[in-house]
């Protein structure tokens, strides 16, 4: 009889993700649709929470969101954020800004970012994924798709 | 007794990002502003190692940048986005990929997203290979890149 040493090379050490259910453009889930009205404040879109087994790793995150701009002569600003750690004061490690013109329309945006973490103070970390309007004179809604997953990839 | 060396599909991760990596980040890299006279602009540059004498390079990256017309009615603002094997122009071109945004207005500028994705299949052995994120924009007014700025590559195992 054998004995076999079994040594393993794992890069991607965990993958979590969060969609809607159904991932589609109008979906039914419950979670959407998410209005927009002028002047409103930021909104979470989804939370991801992200085993962390070493002291040192990378995080590759991505995040695709599906909305409608129901009417916007002037262009229409989504800013999408993500934060580490907590929705509201948590540090922001990622932003970035979308926009829709003319109306009706439709937009899908998707953006990836990668997180490094070093000693970070807990064997997890919950990423918070939000939306603010800017600028919209009508309501904007987030209709689905919405997909936020992560990967700690190991250095 | 055996050995059994026992390896993930994927093998090697290499990324560049903006610090912050936000919308009117602060890193010195950007603004970058572009024109119909400004050519080609180098966005970022990787160099993934190669374990594999074949593999496959899923590439993804994501570019925010702002569209500054002041006319909503100016015609959409086009930018090629190109992923190059190796340096522009020497290399080999990979990848390319066009977006617009049209005119903001007083309200302000239009802010876009752009996201990339596309695999490139090594069949030549070599211990590393550099890839390079470059945008060109034509038929515009004024253009800049803000941020974020991400670039990503990762080696499958085929």
Redesign the interface.
């Known amino acids: 009889m054998?004995?076999?040493?079994?040594?393993?090379?794992?890069?991607?050490i965990h993958f979590v993700f969060d969609k809607l259910n159904p991932n589609i453009s109008n979906s039914t889930d419950p979670r959407v649709p998410i209005v927009l009205a002028p002047d409103s404040g930021p909104k979470l879109l989804s939370a991801i929470e992200v085993p962390i087994e070493k002291k040192e790793s990378?995080v590759?995150l991505?995040a695709t969101i599906g909305t409608f701009v129901e009417d916007s002569?002037?262009?229409s600003?989504l800013?999408?954020t993500i934060l580490r750690g907590n929705p509201n004061t948590g540090n922001?490690?990622?932003?970035?800004?979308?926009?829709g013109?003319g109306g009706p329309t439709y937009r899908t945006?998707?953006?990836?970012?990668?997180d490094q973490i070093k000693n970070y103070p807990s064997s997890k970390v919950t990423y918070y994924l939000t939306v603010q309007a800017v600028?919209n004179s009508e309501n904007i809604n987030i209709i689905g798709p919405i997909s936020f997953n992560g990967a700690e990839?190991k250095k | 007794m055996s050995l059994q060396f026992d390896f993930d599909k994927l093998r090697n991760f290499a990324y560049d990002t903006l610090k912050p990596n936000i919308s009117d980040s602060t890193d010195s890299r950007v603004p970058i502003h572009l024109t119909s006279t400004t050519g080609e602009k180098l966005l970022s540059t990787i160099t993934l190692p190669l374990e594999n004498q074949k593999a496959a390079v899923w590439l993804s990256a994501t570019i925010g940048f702002r569209v500054n017309s002041p006319v909503p009615s100016q015609p959409p603002s086009a930018m090629r986005f190109r992923i190059w094997r190796g340096q522009p122009d020497t290399g080999t071109l990979v990848y390319s990929t066009t977006d617009s945004g049209q005119g903001g207005d007083s309200f302000g500028s239009v802010s876009r997203t752009t996201n990339l994705n596309h695999i490139d299949i090594i069949k030549t052995p070599c211990k590393s290979v550099t890839y390079t994120l470059t945008v060109e924009a034509f038929d515009i007014v004024s253009i800049s890149i803000i941020g974020p700025i991400t670039f990503t590559a990762a080696e499958i195992e085929l």
Do not use: C, E, G, M
Not at chain 1, 92 to 99: E, L
Not at chain 1, 109 to 114: G, P
């Open positions: 054998f004995n076999t040493f079994i040594i393993q090379f794992d890069k991607l990378i590759w991505s002569i002037n262009p600003r800013i999408f922001i490690v990622f932003s970035t800004a979308d926009s013109q945006s998707t953006f990836t970012h990668v600028d990839i």
